[in-house]
């Protein structure tokens, strides 16, 4: 099982990214995809998610209407859009995969998260 993220980096305020997570080892369309993220001296924080299908999104308060997360079932592969990048945003950036299973058995991979810093 491989979840690897790619697409961080220095950007200015007000700058876009646009982060990858590509998966493998496992049922990509079965699971639930996150985006987390973790800034320096402070605690893991959720970012969003999608739904296995990609019908249904979630967004933190903090960046709703700036980030967008999707799905490509067929390339397995979860995105996040970022635009109007802010300072608090500078984090590294983890995406998550999990699956709820009979017996509630759960399944949850993360990557090794990339690093974002906005800056100018």
Do not use: H
Not at 7 to 36: D, H, K
């Amino acid at each position: 099982v491989q979840l690897v993220e790619s697409g961080g980096g220095l950007v200015q305020p007000g700058g876009s990214l646009r982060l990858s997570c590509a998966a493998s080892g496992f049922t990509f369309s079965s699971y639930v995809m996150s985006w987390y993220r973790q800034a320096p001296g402070k605690e893991r924080e959720l970012v969003a998610f999608i739904n296995s299908a990609g019908g249904s999104t979630n967004y933190a308060d903090s960046v709703k209407g700036r980030f967008t997360i999707s799905r490509d079932n067929a390339k397995n592969t979860v995105y996040l859009q970022m635009i109007n990048l802010k300072p608090e945003d500078t984090a590294v950036y983890y995406c998550k995969a999990v699956r709820m299973a009979a017996g509630f058995k759960t399944y949850e991979y993360w990557g090794q998260g990339t690093q974002v810093t906005v800056s100018s």
